[in-house]
Protein backbone atom coordinates (compact mmCIF):
# COMPACT_ATOMS: atom_id res chain seq x y z
CA UNK A 1 0.00 0.00 0.00
CA UNK A 2 3.23 2.61 0.73
CA UNK A 3 4.20 1.63 -3.16
CA UNK A 4 0.62 2.58 -4.25
CA UNK A 5 0.38 5.45 -1.80
CA UNK A 6 3.49 6.83 -3.24
CA UNK A 7 2.87 6.48 -6.87
CA UNK A 8 -0.41 7.97 -7.05
CA UNK A 9 1.41 11.04 -4.71
CA UNK A 10 4.22 11.40 -7.36
CA UNK A 11 1.41 10.93 -10.31
CA UNK A 12 -0.55 13.52 -8.97
CA UNK A 13 1.86 16.11 -8.28
CA UNK A 14 3.14 15.63 -11.54
CA UNK A 15 0.09 15.56 -13.49
CA UNK A 16 -2.56 17.57 -11.15
CA UNK A 17 -5.24 18.67 -13.53
CA UNK A 18 -5.19 14.75 -14.58
CA UNK A 19 -5.49 13.67 -11.22
CA UNK A 20 -8.51 16.40 -10.12
CA UNK A 21 -10.55 15.58 -13.20
CA UNK A 22 -10.41 11.44 -13.83
CA UNK A 23 -9.29 10.54 -10.38
CA UNK A 24 -11.57 12.30 -9.01
CA UNK A 25 -14.61 11.29 -10.39
CA UNK A 26 -14.27 7.54 -10.49
CA UNK A 27 -13.19 7.39 -6.99
CA UNK A 28 -16.73 8.93 -6.01
CA UNK A 29 -18.35 6.69 -8.12
CA UNK A 30 -16.50 3.31 -6.95
CA UNK A 31 -17.46 4.42 -3.50
CA UNK A 32 -21.17 5.57 -4.15
CA UNK A 33 -21.99 2.46 -6.18
CA UNK A 34 -20.07 0.14 -3.75
CA UNK A 35 -22.00 1.51 -1.01
CA UNK A 36 -25.12 0.96 -2.54
CA UNK A 37 -24.49 -2.43 -4.03
CA UNK A 38 -23.65 -3.91 -0.44
CA UNK A 39 -26.08 -2.05 1.44
CA UNK A 40 -28.77 -4.04 -1.12
CA UNK A 41 -27.11 -7.17 -0.96
CA UNK A 42 -26.92 -7.14 2.74
CA UNK A 43 -30.28 -5.60 3.46
CA UNK A 44 -32.58 -7.57 0.40
CA UNK A 45 -30.57 -10.92 0.17
CA UNK A 46 -27.86 -11.66 2.92
CA UNK A 47 -29.91 -10.83 6.31
CA UNK A 48 -33.31 -12.83 5.26
CA UNK A 49 -30.97 -15.72 5.62
CA UNK A 50 -29.40 -15.01 8.88
CA UNK A 51 -31.87 -12.94 10.52
CA UNK A 52 -35.83 -12.74 11.76
CA UNK A 53 -37.99 -10.84 13.24
CA UNK A 54 -36.65 -7.98 15.51
CA UNK A 55 -32.71 -9.50 14.70
CA UNK A 56 -33.56 -8.34 10.44
CA UNK A 57 -35.25 -4.92 12.05
CA UNK A 58 -32.40 -4.31 13.52
CA UNK A 59 -29.72 -5.19 11.40
CA UNK A 60 -31.76 -2.93 8.83
CA UNK A 61 -31.70 0.17 10.62
CA UNK A 62 -28.48 -0.35 11.97
CA UNK A 63 -27.31 -0.89 8.07
CA UNK A 64 -29.37 2.43 7.07
CA UNK A 65 -27.71 4.24 10.09
CA UNK A 66 -24.60 3.29 8.77
CA UNK A 67 -24.93 4.08 5.21
CA UNK A 68 -26.25 7.08 6.59
CA UNK A 69 -23.46 7.96 8.11
CA UNK A 70 -20.78 7.05 5.50
CA UNK A 71 -22.67 8.95 2.60
CA UNK A 72 -23.24 12.27 5.17
CA UNK A 73 -20.08 12.60 6.17
CA UNK A 74 -18.02 12.37 3.22
CA UNK A 75 -20.60 14.85 1.48
CA UNK A 76 -19.73 17.06 4.74
CA UNK A 77 -16.38 16.46 3.77
CA UNK A 78 -16.59 17.44 0.41
CA UNK A 79 -18.54 20.75 1.15
CA UNK A 80 -16.45 22.10 3.94
CA UNK A 81 -13.30 23.98 2.80
CA UNK A 82 -10.45 24.16 5.30
CA UNK A 83 -8.46 26.32 2.60
CA UNK A 84 -6.88 29.21 4.27
CA UNK A 85 -8.40 31.67 2.45
CA UNK A 86 -11.88 30.74 3.74
CA UNK A 87 -10.98 32.58 7.14
CA UNK A 88 -12.09 36.03 7.89
CA UNK A 89 -10.13 38.59 6.03
CA UNK A 90 -8.54 39.82 9.47
CA UNK A 91 -7.64 36.03 10.70
CA UNK A 92 -5.65 35.54 7.13
CA UNK A 93 -2.91 38.18 8.69
CA UNK A 94 -0.69 37.17 11.96
CA UNK A 95 -1.43 38.73 15.17
CA UNK A 96 1.48 41.03 16.24
CA UNK A 97 4.07 39.47 17.92
CA UNK A 98 3.10 35.88 16.07
CA UNK A 99 4.72 36.16 12.61
CA UNK A 100 7.77 33.75 13.88
CA UNK A 101 4.89 31.09 14.19
CA UNK A 102 4.26 31.56 10.37
CA UNK A 103 5.58 30.14 7.51
CA UNK A 104 6.23 31.86 3.83
CA UNK A 105 4.18 29.87 1.05
CA UNK A 106 6.36 30.53 -1.94
CA UNK A 107 3.47 29.29 -4.12
CA UNK A 108 0.45 31.32 -2.52
CA UNK A 109 3.55 34.23 -1.57
CA UNK A 110 1.78 35.05 1.63
CA UNK A 111 2.62 34.10 5.50
CA UNK A 112 0.77 31.01 6.52
CA UNK A 113 -0.13 29.68 9.67
CA UNK A 114 1.25 26.32 11.70
CA UNK A 115 0.42 23.37 10.64
CA UNK A 116 -0.78 24.77 7.08
CA UNK A 117 0.86 23.54 3.70
CA UNK A 118 0.21 24.16 0.33
CA UNK A 119 -2.13 21.53 -2.03
CA UNK A 120 -1.00 21.14 -5.45
CA UNK A 121 -4.33 19.75 -6.48
CA UNK A 122 -6.55 22.32 -4.63
CA UNK A 123 -4.18 25.15 -5.60
CA UNK A 124 -4.03 26.74 -2.27
CA UNK A 125 -2.72 25.90 1.55
CA UNK A 126 -4.97 24.15 3.67
CA UNK A 127 -5.62 24.57 7.60
CA UNK A 128 -3.71 21.96 9.23
CA UNK A 129 -3.26 19.92 6.58
CA UNK A 130 -3.67 16.58 6.89
CA UNK A 131 -3.69 14.71 3.34
CA UNK A 132 -5.82 14.94 -0.02
CA UNK A 133 -8.47 12.41 -0.42
CA UNK A 134 -9.83 11.39 -4.15
CA UNK A 135 -12.94 10.06 -2.15
CA UNK A 136 -14.34 13.03 -1.11
CA UNK A 137 -12.42 15.15 -4.04
CA UNK A 138 -10.70 17.73 -1.28
CA UNK A 139 -8.32 18.33 1.32
CA UNK A 140 -8.90 17.01 5.29
CA UNK A 141 -7.86 19.21 7.27
CA UNK A 142 -9.20 21.28 10.52
CA UNK A 143 -12.55 21.95 9.31
CA UNK A 144 -13.17 19.09 8.09
CA UNK A 145 -11.31 16.51 9.91
CA UNK A 146 -14.02 15.06 11.60
CA UNK A 147 -16.17 14.25 8.98
CA UNK A 148 -13.15 12.63 7.68
CA UNK A 149 -12.86 10.59 10.83
CA UNK A 150 -16.43 9.20 11.34
CA UNK A 151 -16.74 8.74 7.67
CA UNK A 152 -13.76 6.00 7.59
CA UNK A 153 -15.01 4.84 10.90
CA UNK A 154 -18.55 3.91 9.43
CA UNK A 155 -17.04 2.67 6.46
CA UNK A 156 -14.70 0.46 8.16
CA UNK A 157 -17.57 -0.71 10.34
CA UNK A 158 -20.38 -1.23 7.63
CA UNK A 159 -17.82 -3.91 5.58
CA UNK A 160 -17.09 -5.72 9.23
CA UNK A 161 -20.97 -6.24 9.59
CA UNK A 162 -21.06 -6.65 6.09
CA UNK A 163 -18.28 -9.45 5.89
CA UNK A 164 -19.44 -10.96 9.27
CA UNK A 165 -23.02 -11.16 8.31
CA UNK A 166 -22.07 -12.73 4.50
CA UNK A 167 -20.17 -15.15 6.68
CA UNK A 168 -22.58 -16.39 9.06
CA UNK A 169 -24.88 -17.19 5.80
CA UNK A 170 -21.94 -18.71 4.20
CA UNK A 171 -21.43 -20.70 7.53
CA UNK A 172 -25.86 -21.52 8.11
CA UNK A 173 -25.58 -22.62 4.34
CA UNK A 174 -23.07 -25.03 4.69
CA UNK A 175 -23.90 -26.35 7.95
CA UNK A 176 -27.71 -26.80 6.87
CA UNK A 177 -26.09 -28.77 3.64
CA UNK A 178 -24.19 -30.91 5.82
CA UNK A 179 -27.22 -31.80 8.01
CA UNK A 180 -28.79 -32.46 4.73
CA UNK A 181 -26.44 -34.69 3.13
CA UNK A 182 -26.13 -36.58 6.66
CA UNK A 183 -29.59 -37.07 6.95
CA UNK A 184 -32.16 -37.48 10.26
CA UNK A 185 -31.13 -41.76 10.44
CA UNK A 186 -32.93 -43.23 13.35
CA UNK A 187 -29.58 -45.05 14.06
CA UNK A 188 -26.17 -43.52 15.07
CA UNK A 189 -24.88 -45.91 12.48
CA UNK A 190 -26.56 -44.79 9.50
CA UNK A 191 -26.21 -41.21 10.50
CA UNK A 192 -21.69 -42.00 11.01
CA UNK A 193 -22.00 -43.14 7.49
CA UNK A 194 -23.28 -39.74 5.92
CA UNK A 195 -21.14 -37.66 7.65
CA UNK A 196 -18.15 -39.38 6.69
CA UNK A 197 -19.17 -40.06 3.12
CA UNK A 198 -20.36 -37.24 1.69
CA UNK A 199 -18.47 -34.74 3.80
CA UNK A 200 -15.96 -33.61 0.89
CA UNK A 201 -14.22 -31.08 2.98
CA UNK A 202 -14.94 -27.41 3.57
CA UNK A 203 -13.88 -25.89 -0.07
CA UNK A 204 -15.83 -28.89 -2.05
CA UNK A 205 -18.83 -28.65 0.08
CA UNK A 206 -19.12 -24.54 -0.86
CA UNK A 207 -18.69 -25.22 -4.10
CA UNK A 208 -21.56 -27.54 -3.55
CA UNK A 209 -23.54 -24.69 -2.53
CA UNK A 210 -22.21 -21.55 -4.16
CA UNK A 211 -21.27 -23.00 -7.68
CA UNK A 212 -17.68 -23.50 -9.61
CA UNK A 213 -17.11 -20.28 -8.49
CA UNK A 214 -17.83 -20.74 -4.78
CA UNK A 215 -16.43 -18.25 -1.99
CA UNK A 216 -16.30 -15.94 -5.12
CA UNK A 217 -20.14 -15.54 -5.07
CA UNK A 218 -19.66 -12.92 -2.68
CA UNK A 219 -19.07 -10.81 -5.16
CA UNK A 220 -22.83 -10.19 -6.80
CA UNK A 221 -25.82 -12.90 -6.92
CA UNK A 222 -25.93 -12.40 -11.12
CA UNK A 223 -22.24 -13.56 -11.00
CA UNK A 224 -22.85 -16.67 -13.44
CA UNK A 225 -21.54 -19.66 -11.32
CA UNK A 226 -22.90 -23.15 -12.32
CA UNK A 227 -23.63 -25.92 -9.60
CA UNK A 228 -21.80 -29.14 -9.99
CA UNK A 229 -24.14 -31.45 -10.87
CA UNK A 230 -28.15 -31.13 -10.83
CA UNK A 231 -28.64 -32.58 -7.60
CA UNK A 232 -29.97 -35.93 -8.19
CA UNK A 233 -26.34 -37.23 -7.67
CA UNK A 234 -24.20 -36.87 -4.79
CA UNK A 235 -20.38 -37.62 -4.51
CA UNK A 236 -19.21 -39.99 -1.70
CA UNK A 237 -15.70 -39.86 -0.34
CA UNK A 238 -13.53 -42.57 -0.93
CA UNK A 239 -12.32 -44.06 2.34
CA UNK A 240 -8.89 -46.30 2.17
Known sequence: MCIVNDWCREYANLYPKKAVSIGHPLSMIFLLVGTVFFFTLQVFY???DVHDGFMYKFFVISAIFT?????????ACYRTSSAVKC??????IPKPGMEHLWHYCDICRKLMPPRSWHCPLCKCCILKRDHHCIFAATCIGHNNHRYFFWFTFY????IFMSMATLFCDVGRSVYLLHRMKTGFG????????????????FRKNC????????????????????LLHDGTH???????
Open 46 to 48: VAP
Open 67 to 75: TYNILGNLL
Open 87 to 92: LPQERQ
Open 155 to 158: LAFG
Open 186 to 201: STVKSLSYFRRHHDLG
Open 207 to 226: QLIMGQRGLWTFISPSLKSP
Open 234 to 240: WQIKQCF
